[in-house]
Every structure is written in C-alpha cells, then in structure tokens.
C-alpha cells in the first residue's frame, strides 16, 4: 500500500523516498541530528515530512539527549549524523541509551572507510565499526537494493535486544543525481559598525541583572532548593535531573514514577527535557540542571530558545562548581548565562536566591508560557553519601509509561 505524505516531494531523490517511507511504515516520527552532505535529501524528507518532529541539533552528543527525551515522550526518534559525530557521542549513548535500554535508529554516514581518502576522516573510519562491535551495536550498510531489509532488520534489532542500531551510509552510495536545493539570490547585508556604544549598553543590562545577586548574597544549601522544587512542582510534571548528587538526592528522597534522573551523558539534561516537551506539548516539563551541566552543553540553550517549547521551565542550580566531583570550579560566574538565555528566545528569566523566592517563581511559571529559565543561586557544601539509582531500565520504564498513560 502506498504512503502518503503531507507536502512530501517524492521526486526529491526515490532511494532516499524508499528509506522514508520503510522509516514511517516502522512508526517513526521524530529526527534530530547534526548534518552531513550525504544525508542531505534523508534530512530534507524529515523537515519536509510534516508527519515528522524535526530538532536539528548543535551538537551531536546533544542530538542523542533530545533523542532519548522524545524516546521518553513516547516517540520513536531517527538520529542522523556522520561517524565522527558518533563517535563523539559515544559517552551519551554508552551511558544513557545502552544501560537505559533506549532502542534507537543511528543514520551514519561512513566516511573514512575502503575507498575515500580524505585524511581527517581515516582514523575515524578504520574506528567506526570496531566501536560499534564493542557497544554491542547491530550496524549494516545501506544500499540501493537493500534499503527495505535493512531497515526492517535494524528494527528487528532494537526491538528485540532494547539497544540503539546504526545504519552506514557511504558517500555516493546512490548514483541517483537530484537537483541543487539552491534557490532564490543572494544579497549584500549592509555594513553596520558595531562600536563602543553597543558594548556599553549590554554591559549596562549585565550589570542591571547581576547587582542583584552577587558572591556575598544569600544562597541556599543544594537540598534546601531542591526541597523548594519538590514542593512546587505536581506528580502531573514531567522532572528531569541531572547527573550526580542533584539526581542521587532526589532519588532517595523523592523517588517517584515522574521523575527521570540523568545519572550518565553529564550535561545532556536539558536536551532530555527539549525533546520530551517537544513530544508531550501539553505536559509541564521541569529541568533541573547544574551550572556545569549547562555549560558542558551550552548549544542547548540556542536550540530550546529557537524551538521555544511552552511547556519547558528550565532551573538551573548555580554553586559555580563541578559539586558532585570534588568542587572544583566552574566557569558559570562569567558565562552569564541567565543573559546566554534571554538573548536565544528564553521568554522569561529570573533570578533567585532564597527557598521562598523559588518556590515562589516555580508556582508563577505554571501559569508563564515557556521557555522559561529559573535561575538559583545555591552554596556549596551539603551531603554526599546518597544511594545510586541503579535500577535503570527499571524508571525508564516507569517514567515512560506514567506518562504514555496520560
């Protein structure tokens, strides 16, 4: 039987048209990734595809954490990048997709393999399926007559063993010659001088926002915000942690079916709570994050901002310090970050430093349209002998379920 798509330009390139419509025979219907030339008419089909959610990504690592909230979300996600992207995102998918068994299709193009000699990508590809073959990932090569079977074992795959697949795609692996995209001309962005004066001026906004709390203010002890969270928030929310004590205290102390604790893929929390709000437009998604976190993934923040999810109240917990190793410092007192936000869409930003101040802010978000950033000063210091949550395919499931039910 034939698919049919919404706006879908089947005359695009019929290889790629075939692999779509086997990806949406199987149920896909989200794709976030990082562009490769290759995969240039598979990625157009996700944007043009209005059947589709499509988040393109500023980071590889970060399209594996937007991934697996939409995953959470009850999605079934297509991740596509190039093997030196995957590559660098192994940590994400060894430590949150593998042991979280979150089964989702990797589309990679394999550059560096037998037959391209471009030197950047050599070592890369002589790595790419050794790494595969050490994660234990199924991975086969696509070609013009084995798109439908390598789709469809992919799938087999991943259902069956509950672990992401990854399909490789050569450079020129379709003889097919569409037309250029291009259209439409250029023109000349008049020459605008940026002088002393627009310095001035966002040095004036830094300081208005940042008097308010500076190093000798008030701060909260790490428990104490998270108690004021806890007591704002509803079983309804969707809460995700990040990783270390912040998630390790949560979870011996307020464990629940809505909450999901990014215990690996450190700093990848927010790209969880963007592609979780993405999929579940009608359910309040609560971002716990750390300073360190949110610096270790800063691109996140452009990409919330341009997909502006309504549902998303990011609070970010600022000790400036990598707390949960052993406090060393971070970086987060000259990031600006609240200001970061603001400046990428963020529609609104506040500042707080005291319990009352944010249980108070939190309630007042409910009734805000996202994104919206909380922004909390906390001290150091504070316990560190918490239990692990260990069980993780377990509140996986749990937390996929409670809202899938909803």
């Known amino acids: 039987m034939e698919l049919r798509f919404n706006n879908f330009n089947k005359s695009q390139n019929p290889y790629a048209n075939r692999f779509h419509n086997k990806l949406k025979e199987k149920g896909a219907n989200f794709a976030t990734g990082v562009p490769c030339g290759v995969l240039r008419y598979f990625i157009n089909n996700f944007e043009i595809d209005k059947n589709f959610i499509h988040i393109p990504a500023q980071s590889e690592p970060e399209a594996v954490g937007i991934s697996a909230?939409?995953?959470?979300?009850?999605?079934?996600?297509?991740?596509?990048?190039?093997?030196?992207?995957?590559?660098?995102?192994?940590?994400?998918?060894?430590?949150?997709?593998?042991?979280?068994?979150?089964?989702?299709?990797?589309?990679?193009?394999?550059?560096?393999?037998?037959?391209?000699?471009?030197?950047?990508?050599?070592?890369?590809?002589?790595?790419?399926?050794?790494?595969?073959?050490?994660?234990?990932?199924?991975?086969?090569?696509?070609?013009?007559?084995?798109?439908?079977?390598?789709?469809?074992?992919s799938y087999d795959f991943i259902n069956e063993k509950k672990k992401p697949a990854v399909i490789l795609i050569k450079r020129g692996w379709s003889s097919y010659k569409g037309k250029s995209n291009e259209t439409g001309s250029e023109s000349e962005i008049p020459n605008e001088k940026l002088g002393y004066g627009s310095k001035k001026v966002?040095?004036?906004?830094?300081?208005?926002?940042?008097?308010?709390?500076?190093?000798?203010?008030?701060?909260m002890k790490r428990e104490v915000a998270l108690d004021s969270i806890i007591n704002s928030t509803s079983s309804e929310d969707a809460i995700f942690s990040t990783t270390g004590l912040i998630s390790r205290s949560l979870y011996e102390r307020y464990d629940s079916p809505n909450q999901f604790y990014n215990v690996g893929s450190f700093g990848m929390v927010s790209s969880l709570g963007l592609g979780f709000a993405v999929s579940k437009p009608k359910t309040r998604t609560i971002v716990i994050d750390g300073d360190a976190s949110i610096l270790t993934n800063f691109g996140t923040l452009v990409t919330i901002g341009y997909n502006n999810p309504k549902n998303l109240t990011h609070i970010v917990l600022d000790n400036n310090a990598y707390a949960s190793c052993t406090e060393e410092r971070s970086c987060s007192d000259t990031a600006k970050i609240p200001f970061v936000a603001a400046l990428q869409g963020y529609s609104s930003i506040h500042l707080v430093n005291?319990?009352?101040?944010?249980?108070?802010?939190?309630?007042?978000?409910?009734?805000?349209?996202?994104?919206?950033?909380?922004?909390?000063?906390?001290?150091?210091?504070?316990?560190?002998?918490?239990?692990?949550?260990?069980?993780?395919p377990y509140i996986t499931k749990r937390f996929k379920n409670y809202f899938s039910e909803k």
Do not use: W
Request: net charge neutral; glycine share 10%.
């Open 69 to 153: 909230g939409a995953y959470l979300g009850s999605k079934i996600p297509v991740v596509y990048m190039q093997n030196s992207g995957m590559l660098k995102s192994t940590n994400e998918i060894s430590s949150l997709l593998i042991p979280c068994e979150m089964p989702l299709l990797f589309v990679v193009t394999y550059r560096g393999c037998s037959g391209e000699n471009a030197p950047q990508h050599l070592v890369g590809g002589k790595l790419t399926k050794k790494v595969l073959e050490q994660l234990d990932i199924f991975c086969t090569e696509l070609e013009e007559n084995n798109i439908e079977e390598t789709v469809s074992g």
């Open 354 to 392: 005291t319990e009352r101040g944010l249980e108070q802010t939190i309630k007042e978000s409910e009734e805000m349209e996202g994104p919206v950033l909380i922004y909390s000063y906390i001290g150091l210091g504070g316990r560190r002998d918490f239990k692990r949550p260990l069980n993780l």
């Open 202 to 219: 966002i040095s004036d906004v830094l300081s208005k926002i940042f008097n308010r709390t500076s190093k000798s203010s008030k701060k």
